[in-house]
């Protein structure tokens, strides 16, 4: 039998029951499957319907929104983030192209995500063999240890002196190792460094790898982003896309280049005497005044079939308190507002140096990586980090030496996770697959927006003199500093125009910045 609710009485009237309600039948003696129960006017009744408040739901249900909830604010975080490097390097923003066009005829052979580098391991020999050291260097002046944000010292130009960025393949040295099958593979530490410290990187860069015979070559192109320094290239806040602009990522990368040549010359006892050492500077022609640097040809061995050489730079020599001599390696970074990185050195640098190197680590890891890398394969016993500031945040021309900071690079590779396995691991890698490619001419590039790297087979004649690329707008091409006092003026306030008396003039040789 089915439940049988009574009777229901019908109001023709309106809504509810009817004035007058019918006697339930339990109550005339008649029997009823739906139970009365006497009550009085006092006792209270629960609601019947009321649709003016939200009901409890069970848990569940609550528990099932919580999760929907948390699934959206993961959506909104991942989109936020995605969406954020794609404003950093997207294909709306300069910095997000390729460094090099990639041009409709070139194949990719591999690509190589970020990640899969992360677990590469390779033990290579601690101390490799130098095979020759050219050039000649100066003593470094310790009087520059000593120098505070209250007793800073102006930035000097050094417009006499020439800085050489010569790619392997050019270098008269690398080419005799060559003939001679000194090595197998051959590089510079600029490059060896950008590969060590690829998975850091943020901007687009190339590397030029030529297979001829059993040899490889690692090249970089002229003009290559590569002779170029970083800035704030790994913080959350993009730089101002306009090239114009004097805290573009591009204007900043050629002052950066410019304040540290500067400061690696500046910070040595120019008293005449010099380190001289097997061969002179090998790039430097008869009565040319060649930058303070000696190159250390280097030889590690990668396996039983395979080694490498490297040309490494060192920038400067010390003495030690045992009278031994020491290389040393001069890098400076830069700050060009406070206003973007939240910490002023000139306020903090002698209360919270830490602080201040934790910013920077935060915002450079990349160009702070790979400058400890090059100190580890120059085999430097001491890299030298200057604070350099602009005397006024709208003049890029002229600076101040805040500070001097001595870092023994193991420990300072140890302090920001710098795995020298990991990076060899990284370059042996690399060697073994393009030691599987043909004879011919490749061309690495790390991705603009992606974590990654590709390998491109490029025609032999690709980035020599007779290799005609479309030429960049005018608008995108670098510009040098301007000789022009005025011109730099307007861009300065008042306070900024007192100090400002001279610009960077470019020199008219392939490696100085100022000519790029």
């Known amino acids: 039998m089915g439940f ?21 039948p339990s109550l005339g003696g008649g029997s009823s499957s739906v139970p009365f129960a006497p009550f009085s006017r006092s006792d209270k009744l629960g609601r019947i319907a009321d649709w003016t408040r939200n009901p409890p739901g069970p848990g ?70 130098d095979l020759l050291v050219c050039g000649a260097v100066e003593y470094y002046d310790r009087t520059y240890d000593r120098v505070t944000p209250r007793a800073e010292r ?85 730089l101002p896309e306009a090239k114009e602009d004097i805290n573009s990522a591009h204007s900043l990368a050629v002052e950066a280049t410019y304040v540290n040549q500067n400061f690696s010359q500046q910070v040595l006892l120019r008293n005449g005497e010099k380190v001289t050492f097997d061969e002179p500077n090998p790039f ?43 290389f040393l390696t001069l890098n400076a970074l830069n700050e060009f507002d406070p206003k973007v990185t939240g910490v002023d050195w000139r306020k903090k640098l002698e209360t919270q140096r830490g602080a201040v190197l934790a910013t920077e680590l935060k915002n450079n890891a990349n160009k702070l990586a790979r400058w400890t ?20 945040p709208r003049d890029q021309y002229n600076h101040s030496i805040l500070s001097v900071i001595g870092y023994k690079p193991r420990d300072f590779a140890a302090q920001i996770n710098l795995n020298t396995a990991n990076m060899w691991g990284i370059v042996k890698s690399i060697v073994d697959v393009c030691m599987k490619l043909g004879e011919g001419k490749y061309v690495l590039v790390k991705d603009p927006v992606k974590p990654q790297v590709r390998l491109y087979e490029v025609p032999n004649d690709a980035f020599e003199n007779d290799y005609v690329e479309e030429p960049l707008p005018e608008e995108e091409q670098v510009r040098p500093f301007s000789e022009d006092v005025d011109a730099s003026a307007k861009e300065m306030d008042a306070a900024a125009e007192a100090e400002a008396t001279g610009t960077t003039a470019g020199a008219e040789k392939s490696g100085d910045v100022a000519a790029v």
């Open 154 to 238: 102006r930035l000097e130009r050094f417009k006499s002196r020439n800085f050489f960025k010569v790619t392997t393949t050019d270098d008269p040295v690398i080419r005799r190792l060559a003939e001679n099958d000194t090595a197998t593979v051959f590089a510079n530490d600029t490059i060896l460094a950008a590969l060590m410290c690829a998975p850091r990187s943020v901007q687009s860069w190339d590397i030029v790898i030529q297979r001829v015979g059993n040899k490889l070559f690692f090249d970089k192109r002229d003009g290559s982003q590569l002779d170029l320094l970083t800035v704030n290239e790994t913080a959350q806040e993009a």
């Open 284 to 326: 430097a022609t008869e009565g040319e005044e060649a930058a303070s640097v000696a190159y250390r040809y280097r030889r590690w061995k990668l396996d039983e079939e395979t080694s490498l050489v490297a040309r490494c730079e060192v920038h400067a020599v010390s003495v030690d308190l045992r009278g031994e001599r020491q």
């Open 60 to 129: 569940a249900r609550r528990r099932e929104a919580e999760k929907e909830r948390a699934r959206r604010d993961r959506h909104w975080q991942q989109n936020r983030r995605t969406h954020h490097q794609f404003n950093r390097g997207g294909p709306s923003s300069s910095s997000a192209k390729p460094s090099v066009d990639i041009q409709p005829e070139w194949s990719v052979k591999e690509q190589i995500p970020f990640s899969s580098f992360s677990k590469l391991s390779f033990a290579v020999a601690d101390q490799p063999e």
């Open 373 to 392: 890398a090059q100190a580890l394969l120059a085999g430097a016993d001491m890299m030298k980090l200057g604070y350099v500031s602009r005397l006024h």
């Open 4 to 24: 049988d609710v009574g009777l229901v009485p019908y109001n023709p009237d309106g809504w509810g029951p009817p004035e007058v309600a019918a006697a339930p």
